[in-house]
């Protein structure tokens, strides 16, 4: 009792221990693996046509439509709220999923879920308003380290119940509901962050480290690494000067001041021509990667019917996050210039990415098909964290 109450009393503890539940209950859909073989199978009678030209793409363009609002209200109202937004998206998403019918149904259903997958940039920003700079490496790897172990879990479980005990998709689809709805519980005993990136910037220096020491700390933790580096800047201009004190910004004129630095900051960041074509590439390549995730099961049910060959697609995702994690972890042991590297590595890795493609468009053979997947997912994510 005494250790669960000083874990609570931490000021870094509790909140790490609960959003890394929230973020392993969240990622942990066993069904998902069999997205396409439930949409088409006869649970709701959909055609792969369908599928492919009337569903998932309303997945795509809602996610780019919310991307952006969704990002600067995160920020504006402090991480919380939008994590229970996630939830509740998640729980609708599911809801859907197991009791709706017919296109537009499972429209609205892509709909939720690319508000989901929008609202994501809370669950990797939320613990940096809570814990001191110096912990940031730390809390990084706890919460990227439970999402890949959450999809390794999932896939394989989903992958076993499907095999061995024949389960059916639509009872996978309830373990599911049954995870999102307890990453929602979590999230509500996440504790309110008292500031963020930009919109609440806090005016005291508190526990934060000198700003040399804070950049020093982050490294190439993931994709939120940028994010990491924003808000050291943040908490190295927030220090209250006199003036200050004496006067405080007036609130109508607060949400320009925000947009003016917010601006400022990407012209500061892109002035730099190799961080301007790293985060090209950066960019393409996740538009090409989430496309792939998308629509990987539509190929491969075309190569392999689901409805007369066994499915593996869930095994396959398991080695797919498996080997993503092992390449992203070996960026960080290879001994490697990655100023004088990188551009060499980024061509290499993105040609082996292009040819697994072809590979997989041109082949008949589904295991052929498997096998370009995986190449295409480690080639993926040891590029990303080299980018990172």
């Not at 942990?28 to 492919?52: A, C, H």
């Not at 109202?77 to 729980?91: D, N």
């Not at 630095?261 to 090209?280: G, H, M, N, P, V």
């Not at 990188?342 to 040819?355: I, N, Q, V, Y």
Request: charged share 10%; net charge neutral; glycine share 4%.
């Amino acid at each position: 009792m005494d250790c669960w109450k000083g874990a609570i009393g931490s000021n870094w503890i509790y909140p790490t221990v609960i959003i890394c539940a929230n973020g392993f209950f969240s990622t942990m859909r066993p069904s998902e693996s069999f997205l396409t073989p439930y949409l088409s199978g006869p649970d709701k009678n959909l055609t792969i046509e369908q599928v492919t030209n009337q569903i998932f793409p309303v997945w795509t363009y809602s996610y780019l439509a919310l991307l952006l609002p969704v990002f600067l209200i995160t920020d504006y109202v402090r991480y919380k709220p939008v994590l229970l937004l996630q939830g509740i998206s998640y729980i609708v998403t599911w809801l859907l999923l197991l009791f709706a019918h017919g296109v537009v149904a499972m429209q609205v259903m892509e709909f939720f879920y690319g508000m989901v997958t929008a609202t994501e940039v809370a669950y990797y920003a939320y613990i940096y308003s809570v814990v001191s700079a110096d912990r940031y490496q730390r809390v990084t790897s706890y919460c990227r380290s439970i999402t890949l172990v959450a999809a390794t879990v999932a896939a394989v479980l989903g992958q076993l119940l499907v095999s061995l005990a024949d389960v059916s998709y639509f009872h996978l689809n309830a373990i599911t509901l049954a995870s999102v709805s307890l990453a929602f519980l979590c999230s509500f005993l996440l504790p309110m962050p008292q500031k963020s990136m930009f919109f609440h910037k806090k005016g005291v220096s508190e526990t934060l480290p000198q700003p040399q020491k804070a950049v020093a700390t982050l490294g190439s933790n993931g994709p939120s690494s940028c994010q990491q580096q924003d808000k050291d800047c943040a908490a190295a201009d927030t220090r209250p000067s006199p003036q200050q004190h004496a006067e405080q910004p007036k609130p109508q004129n607060h949400m320009l001041r925000v947009l003016v630095q917010l601006s400022r900051d990407l012209r500061d960041c892109y002035s730099s021509r190799k961080l301007l074509y790293w985060s090209l590439w950066w960019a393409l390549a996740t538009a090409g990667f989430n496309q792939i995730v998308n629509y990987i099961q539509v190929l491969w049910d075309f190569r392999a019917p689901s409805h007369s060959s066994a499915v593996y697609n869930g095994a396959v995702e398991a080695i797919a996050t498996f080997l993503g994690s092992a390449t992203s972890m070996a960026v960080g042991y290879v001994k490697v210039d990655w100023d004088l590297s990188g551009e060499l590595a980024l061509g290499m890795f993105s040609a082996m990415d292009a040819g697994s493609l072809f590979l997989m468009y041109f082949t008949d053979n589904i295991w052929a098909c498997y096998a370009g997947y995986l190449v295409f997912k480690a080639c993926y994510m040891f590029l990303i964290t080299i980018a990172t």
